[in-house]
C-alpha cells in the first residue's frame, strides 16, 4: 500500500463517521453531504501530505541511502544538512554520517592492508638479494676456491662488502620503524647548518668527482645559518637529498644548496640539474622502497629508503619536505627550520 491508498482509507473512514455523527441530530440530508465531502477532503489532503512529506519520502530516502552503501557510491558530503525539527531526517542524516565513515574506515584498512602486503614482498625482496650474494661467495669458497689465495682475498671482500650493505639496509629500517613509533626523540639544539652541508659535500665529494658534477651553494647564501633542530638528524637529511641530487644527474651536472632566510624561520633548498620526476611518481618517492625506476637495479640507486627517512626526520620536526621537479629538467627538494 502507498501513501495515496492509506490517506484515501482513513480520510474515508473520518468523514463517514463524521457524517455518522451528525446524522443521529436533525440536519438536512445536503448539509449532511457537505459535510462528508469538506471532511473526505480535508483529511485526504492533510493525511496525505503528512505521509508523503514527513514519512514515505524520508524512508525513501534512508532506502536510497542503504542501496547507496551496498553499492559503495556513498557520497561523502551529506546534501541534506541537519533538521532539528524533523526526527526522521535526523536519522537519515545520521545513517548517512554512519555509512560515510565505515565507507572510509573500510577504504583505510584496504589501504593498510595492500600497503603491508607490498612491504613484505618489497622487504624479503631488499634482503634476499644480498644474502644470496654472500652465501654464493662463502659456499664458492667451501667448495675449494678457498685454496687459491688470490680469489679466497677476492670472494671475502666481495662477501663482506654484501653483507655491509645488508647491514645499512636493516639499520634504516630500524631507523624508520623506531621513528613510526616514537621511539626515537629529536635532541634539539642550536647549529650552523651551513657548517652540516659542508661536511655533507666533503663526505660526498668523491661521488661527485666521479660524474664531474659541480656542487655547492647558490650564490647568496650566507655561511652563517643558525637554526634549532637535531644536527644528526639534519646531517642524514642533507646526506640522503645531495646524494640523490648527485644520484640522479647526468654527468657534468650541477647541484646546489641554498638557504632563504624568512621571518622565523630559514628554507633550505636542495636542487639539480638532473633527470627530474614524472608527476605520477612525485607523491609516491616518499613511500619505503619506492623507486621511479622499477627494475630495482642497484647500479643507479638504492634501496628507495632514503626519502622515507627523510620525511620521517623532518615530520618529527614539524616541518614537511617539497618538491619541484620537471622530467629532464631538474628537482628541487625543500624544507623549512626554525632559526635560532
Ligand atoms: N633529485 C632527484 N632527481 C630525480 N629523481 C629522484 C631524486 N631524488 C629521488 N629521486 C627518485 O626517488 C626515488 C626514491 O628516492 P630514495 O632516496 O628514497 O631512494 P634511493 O635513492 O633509490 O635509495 P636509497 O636512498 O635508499 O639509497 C629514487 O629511486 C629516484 O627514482
Ligand atoms: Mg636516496
Redesign the pocket.
Known sequence: MNSRGLALLLAASISVVTTAFLSLVNVSVNALIVTFVISFSSSYLLIHMILNFLIFNEIKKMQNAIKKLNNKEIQFNDPEGFNPLNPLKRIQSEIHAYAVSKQQEIDQLKKTENFRREFIADISHELKTPIFSAQGFVHTLLDGAIEDKKVRQKFLKKAAKSLDGLDILVQ?LLTLSQMETGQIKMQYERFNVFAVVNEVFEQLEGEAEKKEIDMGFTEFSNNQVFVVADQQRIYQVML??I???I???RKQGSVRVGFEKRKKEVLIT?S?N????PDE?IKR??E?F????KSRSKD???????????KHVLEAHDTRIEVQ?KVEE??T?SFALPTA
Open positions: 634504516d640522503n637529498l646524494s640523490n641530487a644520484k640522479y644527474t636542495v639539480d638532473g633527470r627530474g620526476i611518481d618517492i616518499f619505503r619506492y623507486r621511479v625506476e643507479k640507486g638504492g634501496t628507495g629508503l632514503g626519502l622515507a627517512i627523510v621537479s631538474g628537482s627538494f
